[in-house]
């Protein structure tokens, strides 16, 4: 397979352990202005969002980390047991004996050996832990923490959907796009899909792609081997979890809908729903995870597929599975107050996302005076300007206008027109903005990694839907509904028109919501490292925009995150204060409460610390 060319930022350098702990060197005078925080300053402990809040149940991420340096009684000259044991430089030991000197006198929270993963469940953040205590790197200890959310949230993701991963490697200064999002069936057609109230779960299903593309990143980055991070995964399922409230409250939802056999034995046997609490076994699906790749996507498995699918009115077949690839690209990225924001390219809508801080990036909003009503106007405004524009992507190998969008939403001029055209009290959204191609909401599952390889990966993985097409493989393979993210004939999402360059074709890969981000310095490649994923749609990218925004302005960059629950509907936490609702309700702008319940969840290296956090996201009305 062909890899496009990497991303490198614009001076390189090699960070070792001592340089991202070493404040002489973060401080050259080459460098621009602004961004440096003083080590003098517990940078952990000024980020505002505790780690009380994080996903993975864990407030102490960093206390879990042994030593990793064991006395030996073998020869370590032996070629043989080197390839067994985990080998570790003598220019990382030295940087660790600096770093454990800083803690002592300095008495920061430091890199830990081990790195720090977050993920959706606590089991799956557990079991990614543990791969890099036992010598997996970043990417292997994602994998296996991705593979198990698609285990015990069964109906936010798994093997039977898709997903996109970002890694990008510190020493390197590079980063690469793996894109396992899934692709229509070769065999469908537009008229298979105009009665979109009757449309047979089959036709739902397009070609999952989750598995071949964590077995490419594992190839290009892993360490271990794929049978032991695989195993691990297929552990959790053949030995049971405890069913969780999400995905319990998922089961209630679809009880009374028709649901094939295979899936009544499992989520509600006897025709009891399960309920929170509950002890779940999977063993078909831990079987199907250590059978191979090979049968999954050319033997007995992807036959079972095409026949679920099948028998459901579906045209999957085994050629459009055996021929499945994943693409491995260079992100889409965008200067920010001196750092570079990267986002996967189309068909994901990660370009909005940095067209909307272009544009807030414009409004220059910590130079100026602004009331914080204000600022949130000019954030509700930027998103729906960012909303509008996202409405022209897609696959570009279908569209050729896909890259002439782009362009214009990575463009600083661009921005800074849309900026002009907003009105500076009330709602004026520019022409077009009432079309919006983003779902309200993604059910997708979460890893970040930042491990002691000084490897960032944020992956998002998702089945499209809730249970996906809710049909599910013998084995225990729920299949996606990845055709249901096209813009279908004499449909709309919701109160949204649908954008006719977007209709299903085969092959083609639907714009998506998932978007998991990274950002590094844009001058140098020591400093301050964030990778952050969302469950994806207009609500995760909204709170991200503000996430980044504020993350990474010059007044907030020494003192952590601020945030404020802002949507471009506008939808706001019950906690907001009542006199900015009605502000905005004077504006005219059209608002609703939300209760909080979903996170966005991230990772945050600077200098001589790192720390996990996770920001609460409205997740529906009251």
Same mark, same amino acid.
């Given at each position: 397979?062909?890899?496009?060319?990497?991303?490198?930022?614009?001076?390189?350098?090699?960070?070792?352990?001592?340089?991202l702990?070493d404040?002489?060197?973060?401080?050259?005078s080459?460098?621009?202005?602004?961004?440096?925080?003083?080590l003098?300053?517990?940078?952990?402990?000024?980020?505002?969002?505790?780690?009380?809040?994080l996903?993975?149940?864990?407030?102490?991420?960093?206390?879990?980390?042994?030593?990793?340096?064991?006395?030996?009684?073998e020869d370590?000259?032996s070629?043989?047991?080197?390839?067994?044991?985990?080998?570790?430089?003598?220019?990382?030991?030295?940087?660790?004996?600096?770093?454990?000197?800083?803690?002592?006198?300095?008495?920061?929270?430091?890199?830990?050996e081990?790195?720090?993963?977050?993920s959706?469940?606590?089991?799956?953040?557990?079991?990614?832990?543990k791969v890099?205590?036992?010598?997996?790197?970043?990417?292997?200890?994602?994998?296996?923490?991705?593979?198990?959310?698609?285990?015990?949230?069964?109906h936010?993701?798994?093997?039977g959907?898709?997903?996109v991963?970002l890694?990008?490697?510190?020493?390197?200064?590079?980063?690469?796009?793996?894109?396992?999002?899934?692709?229509?069936?070769?065999?469908?057609?537009?008229?298979?899909?105009?009665?979109?109230?009757?449309?047979?779960?089959?036709?739902?299903?397009?070609?999952?792609?989750?598995?071949?593309?964590?077995?490419?990143?594992?190839?290009?980055?892993?360490?271990?081997?794929?049978?032991?991070?695989?195993?691990?995964?297929?552990?959790?399922?053949?030995?049971?979890?405890?069913?969780?409230?999400?995905?319990?409250?998922?089961?209630?939802?679809?009880?009374?809908?028709?649901l094939?056999?295979?899936?009544r034995?499992?989520?509600?046997?006897?025709?009891? =729903?399960?309920?929170? $609490? %509950?002890?779940?076994?999977?063993?078909g699906?831990a +079987?199907? #995870?250590?059978?191979?790749l &090979? !049968?999954?996507y050319?033997?007995?498995?992807?036959?079972?597929?095409?026949?679920?699918?099948?028998?459901?009115?579906g045209?999957l077949?085994?050629?459009?599975?055996?021929?499945?690839?994943?693409?491995?690209?260079?992100?889409v990225e965008?200067?920010y107050?001196?750092?570079?924001?990267?986002?996967?390219?189309p068909?994901?809508?990660?370009?909005?996302?940095?067209?909307?801080?272009?544009?807030?990036?414009?409004?220059?909003?910590n130079?100026?005076?602004?009331?914080?009503?204000?600022?949130?106007?000019?954030i509700?405004?930027a998103?729906?300007?960012?909303?509008?524009? =996202?409405?022209?992507? $897609? %696959?570009?190998?279908y569209?050729?206008?896909?890259? +002439?969008? #782009?362009?214009?939403?990575? &463009? !600083?001029?661009?921005?800074?027109?849309?900026?002009?055209?907003?009105?500076?009290?009330y709602?004026?959204?520019?022409?077009?903005?009432?079309?919006?191609?983003?779902?309200?909401e993604?059910?997708?599952?979460?890893?970040?990694?930042?491990?002691?390889?000084?490897?960032?990966?944020?992956?998002?993985?998702?089945l499209?839907?809730?249970f996906?097409?809710?049909?599910?493989?013998?084995s225990?393979?729920?299949?996606?509904s990845?055709?249901?993210?096209f813009?279908?004939?004499?449909?709309?999402?919701?109160?949204?028109?649908?954008?006719?360059?977007?209709?299903?074709?085969?092959?083609k890969?639907?714009?998506?919501?998932?978007?998991?981000?990274?950002?590094?310095?844009?001058?140098h490649?020591c400093?301050?490292?964030?990778?952050?994923?969302s469950?994806?749609g207009?609500?995760?990218?909204?709170?991200?925009?503000?996430?980044?925004?504020?993350g990474?302005?010059?007044?907030?960059?020494c003192?952590?995150?601020?945030?404020?629950?802002?949507?471009?509907?506008?939808?706001?936490?019950?906690e907001?204060?009542?006199?900015?609702?009605?502000?905005?309700?004077?504006?005219?702008?059209v608002?609703?409460?939300?209760k909080?319940?979903?996170?966005?969840?991230?990772?945050?290296?600077?200098?001589?610390?790192?720390?996990?956090?996770?920001?609460?996201?409205?997740?529906?009305?009251?």
């Amino acid at each position: 397979m062909d890899v496009s060319p990497k991303t490198k930022l614009n001076k390189q350098s090699v960070c070792s352990y001592k340089s991202l702990n070493d404040s002489s060197q973060l401080a050259d005078s080459s460098l621009p202005s602004g961004v440096i925080c003083d080590l003098n300053q517990n940078y952990g402990e000024r980020i505002q969002i505790p780690l009380k809040y994080l996903a993975s149940g864990s407030p102490v991420l960093l206390d879990q980390c042994p030593p990793s340096i064991k006395e030996m009684d073998e020869d370590p000259s032996s070629q043989d047991l080197l390839r067994a044991i985990c080998a570790i430089p003598i220019i990382l030991a030295f940087g660790v004996t600096f770093a454990l000197i800083l803690h002592l006198y300095l008495g920061h929270t430091l890199v830990p050996e081990t790195g720090v993963l977050v993920s959706d469940h606590e089991h799956c953040t557990a079991l990614g832990q543990k791969v890099l205590r036992d010598c997996g790197n970043s990417v292997d200890a994602a994998i296996a923490a991705a593979l198990c959310l698609g285990i015990v949230h069964p109906h936010v993701s798994g093997i039977g959907g898709g997903g996109v991963m970002l890694v990008h490697d510190i020493h390197e200064n590079e980063t690469m796009v793996i894109n396992f999002q899934g692709i229509a069936p070769k065999a469908l057609t537009e008229e298979m899909l105009q009665n979109v109230l009757e449309l047979k779960a089959g036709l739902q299903v397009g070609v999952p792609g989750m598995l071949r593309g964590l077995h490419h990143a594992h190839y290009l980055y892993g360490s271990l081997l794929w049978e032991d991070v695989v195993t691990r995964a297929a552990a959790v399922a053949r030995e049971g979890f405890n069913v969780s409230v999400s995905l319990a409250e998922a089961i209630s939802k679809v009880k009374g809908e028709q649901l094939s056999q295979h899936f009544r034995d499992v989520f509600l046997p006897g025709g009891r =729903a399960l309920q929170p $609490g %509950d002890f779940l076994k999977t063993p078909g699906l831990a +079987e199907v #995870l250590e059978a191979g790749l &090979s !049968k999954f996507y050319d033997g007995n498995l992807s036959q079972e597929i095409v026949d679920e699918v099948r028998v459901n009115g579906g045209v999957l077949s085994r050629e459009d599975i055996r021929n499945y690839s994943i693409e491995v690209e260079r992100p889409v990225e965008g200067l920010y107050n001196e750092f570079l924001i990267q986002v996967p390219p189309p068909p994901s809508a990660g370009a909005a996302l940095l067209s909307a801080v272009n544009i807030l990036e414009s409004f220059h909003l910590n130079e100026n005076n602004y009331t914080e009503n204000q600022t949130h106007h000019w954030i509700t405004e930027a998103l729906k300007a960012a909303l509008a524009m =996202a409405s022209g992507l $897609g %696959d570009s190998k279908y569209n050729s206008s896909v890259t +002439e969008q #782009l362009s214009d939403m990575l &463009s !600083k001029s661009h921005a800074d027109g849309l900026r002009q055209r907003i009105n500076y009290s009330y709602p004026s959204p520019p022409e077009g903005s009432s079309v919006h191609s983003l779902q309200a909401e993604l059910p997708a599952g979460q890893v970040v990694v930042m491990g002691p390889d000084d490897l960032v990966v944020s992956v998002a993985s998702s089945l499209s839907r809730p249970f996906g097409s809710r049909l599910m493989t013998p084995s225990g393979v729920i299949l996606n509904s990845l055709i249901l993210l096209f813009s279908l004939p004499n449909a709309t999402r919701g109160q949204l028109q649908t954008n006719q360059g977007e209709m299903a074709q085969p092959g083609k890969r639907p714009l998506s919501s998932l978007m998991p981000t990274v950002v590094v310095p844009a001058w140098h490649p020591c400093g301050l490292h964030m990778a952050l994923s969302s469950k994806g749609g207009q609500r995760s990218f909204s709170a991200v925009t503000q996430v980044l925004s504020s993350g990474l302005s010059h007044q907030n960059e020494c003192g952590g995150f601020s945030l404020e629950e802002v949507h471009p509907q506008i939808l706001v936490d019950p906690e907001f204060l009542e006199e900015s609702v009605q502000f905005w309700n004077e504006s005219g702008h059209v608002f609703q409460r939300m209760k909080t319940h979903s996170v966005v969840l991230g990772i945050l290296r600077k200098n001589n610390s790192i720390q996990a956090i996770a920001i609460p996201l409205s997740d529906g009305p009251l």
